[in-house]
Structure formats: structure tokens, C-alpha cells
């Protein structure tokens, strides 16, 4: 089985009250890594000790464009000395999407935050949610143009199947299609009641164990659990819950 890693904002509220008590709870459920979002008010260097204390690994971190943009290279030295391998830009605003006035410049902005990526040893990625698979007048999806006019040497995927699903796609078709470019995927389950409602994995409408063996023969090197809220039990339970799953059922 490929690493687990959870992302942190799947337990925010614990993670701002009490860092190093919810990343110790986390360990000691068994996660391999964490994916942060956020710095919680703490300094990189302060971050970096506390996981080392506790073993586990940062693997990357969400991180708003513009806060890339508003201090590339102090920013990216952040998450060098926590240890992230991967930034990921977890969603943008409205008028940098594809038809938005500012996309050509989202684009350009996208590019210049890659090449600092590289030169830092990081990897760069796209966090999707469901509204990127609108329809372009070229009849693909925004998520594929961004795509196309990103490469994979600047921008690879970090694909959250639950989101694709939640769209009307595919994850095991999406999967297939970045086969090679999506190095993280989220992983997360939802069924609707009035709309979206996400819950621990296998207690939705989503196919797991078909998309966690996808996403292993098409190159992912860590599974990120991640719930966006929680309707139903406790944030931390949750958590659990999802990670037991996947030691029960994904091999």
C-alpha cells in the first residue's frame, strides 16, 4: 500500500486550537504524512520540529495563489524548511478561471510560480473542485485547458476524485487520463442528501477501492485523505475512521 497522508484542514479548528496535540492524535491513528493548509501562526522553522518530534512526514501544502504571488520566493522558502515536495494551488478565484477576465494572466502568473517551484527543487499542482469542469466553447472542460496551457513539466494534477465525481465525471476516467502527472490524490467519499454531504470513506456513494487501484497503477506516490466538513460525527473520529478503511480494504 502507497503512504496516507491526511490534509490538515480536514481537523482546522483542532489544528489552530492545538498543533502539536492534533498531529500527535494523528500519528498515533497511523498516517504516514500530512498536508498542510496553512502555518496555524507558527514559524516554518516551529512547524518542521514539531512533525520530526512526532514522525510524520509534510508532504506538501495548499497554498492560495496569491500569496505566491505576493511573496513567491519567501513563501516557497517556508515550505522548504518545513520539507514539502509539493505546493498546490487548491482552487482560484472566480475572474482567474478559464473565460475570466484575469485568466491570461492567471496563466502567465501560473508559469512564473512554476519556474520557482522547479529552481527550488518543488513540484507544482492544481487542487480541483467540481466548477472546473465547466464547458469551454471548444466543448472540453476549463480543468482540461488549464492543463494544456500548463504542461506537466509546470503544472501536474493533484486530482480530487471525490470532486470530479461530484461534477458528473469520472475519477477512474480522469485518472487514466493524467496517468503520470498526478504524483498526490484526494481521496474522500460524499453521498447527496439536498446537496453534497462528504463522510468517511466508504460510508458514501463512492467507489474507494476502484479509485485507490487506479490511482496506484497510474503513478500516485501518496494517498490525501480529506473530508471538507463534517455533518455527521466528530472531525478527528472521522479522520479515523477514513484511514481504518483504507487499512481494511485498499491494499
Sequence with gaps: MIPV???????????????????KRIKAMGYDGVELAGLYGMAPERIADI????????????VPYEVLC?????TLNAYKIIGCQYIIIPATAVENRYGGDSYPVFIEGMKKIAASCNKNGLQLLYHNHDFEFSITPSGEYALDVLYQDLGPEELQAELDTCWVEVAGETAIKYLNKYKGRC???????????????????????????????????????WIIIEQDNHSTGSPMTNMETSLSYTKEHLQ
Excluded at 512533525?51 to 506538501?60: F, G, M, P, T, W
Excluded at 460524499?190 to 490511482?215: C, H
Design 183 to 221: 504524483p498526490l490524490i484526494h481521496l474522500k467519499d460524499y453521498k447527496r442528501e439536498d446537496g453534497v454531504w462528504f463522510m468517511p470513506l466508504g460510508q458514501g456513494i463512492i467507489d474507494v477501492d476502484s479509485i485507490y487501484n487506479t490511482a496506484v497503477s497510474c503513478g500516485a506516490k
Design 70 to 74: 505576493d511573496d513567491l520566493q519567501g
Design 51 to 62: 512533525l520530526k518530534e512526532v514522525n510524520l512526514q509534510a508532504i506538501s501544502a495548499h
Design 5 to 23: 497522508a491526511i490534509q490538515i484542514y480536514s481537523v482546522r479548528e483542532e489544528a489552530e486550537k492545538d498543533f502539536t496535540g492534533t498531529v
